[in-house]
């Protein structure tokens, strides 16, 4: 509660100083200038002041009300010094501010800057990457970052024996019962194309589908890896798709990201899914092709790996291969955002230091 | 796989540039990893022949070589433990440029007190291959003092090549030509095989049995008798060593050279160490065990086939031999092995043992079951021609899993189709033949898949093999056709998205931590057996630095990411992440999985600035953007319920429910837990279910903003402390009729000027009418019955109505 209103409820509790508190309070109110306060603050405070006649009243008064009245006249003394002290305040604020609104500011102050927020790079790079897929028409979808065996091997065509399934390659989920001879078949998906499978499973063609998400890899920890990290996912299955399509959507993907000048190479490749299977390298954005330390000097970076969908996979969702065909990719989204902001250690992603999360 | 060009010309003329011939293999399925140049630069060195070794006599380990260089006998100190009198070797003389080991010319030394007149080399000193074991030892038919280049065509580019797992047939030499051939339209040559059998020497006394069918295809044997073992030449040797490989002797040399050039594995036993001359292929039994080539004992199993005599193991088929069948020294009577073994029985085994060999990873792959009698020959041919034994007449072959032939039918205009281009039928079978397929052409093609082409069995690998060849980069480019009406994000995936800009848009700063947590995360926490987020998904192969389980919670990865900061001298943190947490269920198959975002402050509120004072966020920090979260999500439906959890302060955490479920939590965590994770500070934490935030978002609704004016109206009410704010304005929403417009707390004061154990709340209600101007009436008779309301119902006193600055009902 601020003086004004205290000293209203001191005048309302006695009236013996109603109509002083009054008037102090109409006189503070009528300053408005270091002048006015100073002449205010003798005529109620002052030695000749109402204070004085205040407190020569309460010495006449009988005895027993003299305590009360006395405690009400120092609160009176205390609220008035404050309101005064509180009037000048507003006074020198208003001669500083007509004084500054004359003079000028000093601009090179620092701004008042609301708290600004960051989105995590990789998320970033996730969304510019969606974006580009969504404005060729793509459908964003999500799927479990804990799979099952068939949705990341089997019905991907990875043959039973193949290394990528081995305990040093793959994160295994433990037996709830170690007593059932169960096969140990979930797992930390490994890449984001399960969600291929389960998207075909559960819908029909055509499908232009993008899928961004976490995979994770059993890779000892350095500059270049983790045991978790992002991919995206995409794949087209329609009647007619052709190589060429892929081809073709991946350079407009490569322009769109990484600047309009940029071409496209695919270099045949194998991939347990599809085939045929190429990795795709686009022209290095860095040095235009000239060869540069970014490129290691071959003028292309390694982006990301494609290929048709095959056929063996069609024939685990049911699809008829001869009808439909289709095209995958997929591509990791630490990588590109290392190339494209010279990132040298993939750890900075998931350290999370404000410093250098402020920096994108 | 390491190629050398040298070598390569033996089967094919090149007559393109190296960095040419690795773009073309890059660009057709053979990625080159390097390009190495070896030699170039080499001078002043020159075959060297060992006349006498003398102890050094101030080194134990250092020897005084006299070596002549033709036509003097110079002192050297050499280390190299292989150096004997009368060897042949590289001999550097001063003044000479090893470009390997130093850009300065070879000076005299003087090494522990005897001075050194030249250097003998290792190959990897000369440059031509990496083995540093021991000096080079060339042939006796090199001549002394003759310059090394003269001998060893020591200049050569070698490609280093990453072959992919489906082409075993490119990990030889032949297999390359192959490629190269058809990638340049280019005759290649198999080597030519010339053997001259000796019908004197006996291969009947040697048996052979497959007791292991189905893990053993094929066995091809050769024997060669009368062996002189002694090094290779220097053109075999150097060869080898480009390719990556130590020199042994003559008859090892030869079966790694016909490895290298036909892909075609090969072991040599020592016959006479060969008990009963008898080979039985089978799988050993339990308790078996060999002493491998590389000096390990390995205990064996009834999984892993090996190659066994009449009593003993003598090899692990197709990874290691074992000592007690190799070819030493003394050996004179050589049987090679030619075998083709199942790709999953050797991968299996070579896993089990973490023994990998260039005879496995050939085998894990798949070989050609047709070639193990053409590199039985070739072999046979090399070491009788290199170490004057006489090849035995004719071969041992047991062929158990002969096959017909694969046919695959081609159509080209599929092809065409699957690939969007226009390859005519000719060009098709010329590229198919290229490669060793054979074509018999009608309206579709019907072809012979060779037999070292194991991954080739249907259609689409044709059609990969041509597109391949034919080249990716001529494919023309193209988009799909037809319209696509889903596309974009989903409901959820925009309302994910809005969740996190708005927490942006608060100051806060994306984070992103892995999804694994450690079991002790769940004691820092101080969860109790049975608690929800105990439920964890373990992990049966963790990482030390993951965890070994997946999180239940985000809080773990966040208070990671603060100590982390605050060691960095990051104090003032204000972070959120949205991701998965992960809950085991009983019965169903996959862990439950959802999504959560969690959310984190602490440290100072502001960053300092010369105009303002700072603070330390606290609760109503945390709880002002969540509820903007729920605003810009339109959910109106939620309150706050104080709560009680393990990791939060007592009395000071708050349960968020939506639409009433329980959504998550917010609330500043014990002092324990922030110092179990060795942070300083106070810090405040929320975690909400994403799922439960999607369900209940809402669409914005337009509503009728009212031209008449509204009045603001004042209360000041004191109450007992107790009394939470909420049911206070609940029952001045309850009792303001529907004129009152809005209720907002202004003013919470304790102290002196009120009695102990109350509090005054004072509130800002507006009223508004969309008919009229509201009256001092209206508003005060809504007052009052809010006023009479309150003292009944929680037993305020009205402490101060204020209708405006003078006095009047302030209207605006």
Partial sequence: MGELERLRELSRENKSLKSVIEKSISIIQGCSSLEDTRDA??????????????????????????????????????????????????????????????????????????????????SKVIDDVVEIFISLGYSVETGPEVELDYYNFEALNTPAYHPARSLQDTFYVKRSDPEREEPDDILLRTH????????????????????????????????????????????AVDRGITMAQLKGTLEVFARKLFGSKRTVRLRPHFFPFTEPSAEVDVSCFACDGAGCSICKHSGWLEILGCGMIDPNVFSHVGYDPEEFSGFAFGMGIERIAMMKYGIEDMRYFYDDNIKFLSRF | MKVSLEWLSEYLKLEVEPEELACMLDLSGTAVDRIIRIGTGLSGVVVGRVVEVQPHPNADSLSVAHVEDGSNVREVVCGAPNLVSGMRTAFALPGARLPAISTSELKRANIRGVASDGMLLSAAELGIGEDTSGIIELGQDVLVGADIHDVLPVEDVVLDLEITPNRPDCMSMIGIAREISALLNLEFNYPEIEIIEDESTYLDSVKVKVGAPGDCQRYTARLVSDVKISPSPSWMQRRLMAAGFRAINNVVDVTNYVLVELGQPLHAFDLERIEGKTIIVRHAERGEVIRTLDGEDRQLDEKSLVIADSSNPVAIAGIMGGENSEVTEQTKNVLIESACFEPTSIYLTSKRFGLRSESSSRFERGTDPIGTSRAARRAAQLISQISGGRIALGEIDIFPGKKESIFVELRPWRLNELLGVEISKTEITNILERLEFKISSGETLNVEVPSFRRDIEREIDLVEEVA??????????????????????????????????????????????????????????????????????????PLSETGECMRTSLMPGLLKIVRHNQNRGNKDLAIFETGRVFFSAEGNKLPI?????GILLSGMASSQHWSVS?????????????????????IGNYSLKKVERPFLKSGRGSMLQVEGKDAGFLGELKSEVVEAYDIKGHVYVAEISTDCLIQAAGEPEHREIGRFPGVKVDISIIVDDGVECERVENIIRANGGELLESVSLFDLYKGTQIPDGMKSLAFSLEFRSFERTLSDEDVNERVDSIVSALERDVGAVLRKKDEGPSGSVRQN
């Fill in chain 1, 41 to 122: 603050r003798i005529r109620i405070l002052g030695r000749k002041g109402m204070i004085t006649a205040v407190f020569e009243g309460i010495s006449k008064m009988p005895e027993d009300e003299r305590p009360a009245a006395g405690r009400a006249g120092n609160e009176f003394r205390t609220l008035v010094t404050a309101l005064l002290e509180e009037k000048e305040k507003e006074i020198e604020a208003s001669i500083h501010m007509e004084s500054r609104e004359l003079e000028g500011i000093d601009i090179t102050l620092p701004g008042r800057c609301p708290p600004l927020g960051k989105k995590h790079i990789l």
């Fill in chain 1, 192 to 235: 984001t194309s399960p969600v291929q499978i389960r998207v075909m499973e559960s819908r029909k063609p055509p499908l232009y589908v993008i899928s961004p998400g976490k995979a994770y890899r059993k890779d000892e920890i350095d500059a270049t890896h983790t045991a978790m990290f992002f991919q995206v996912e995409g794949f």
């Fill in chain 2, 468 to 541: 391949r060849i034919f080249g990716y980069n001529k494919i023309p480019s193209d988009l799909p056709k037809g319209g696509r009406y889903e596309a974009g994000l989903s409901k959820t995936g925009k309302i994910e998205r809005e969740i996190s800009n708005i927490l942006i848009a608060q100051g806060l700063f994306e984070c992103i931590s892995p999804s694994f947590m450690q079991n002790l995360d769940l004691t820092r926490l101080r969860l109790p057996e049975g608690h929800a987020l105990t439920k964890v998904v373990t992990l049966l192969n």
């Fill in chain 2, 593 to 597: 999985e959802m999504d959560c975002i």
């Fill in chain 2, 614 to 634: 700072q603070r330390e966020f606290d609760f109503f920090d945390l709880k002002g953007i969540v509820e903007n979260i729920l605003h810009t999500l339109f």
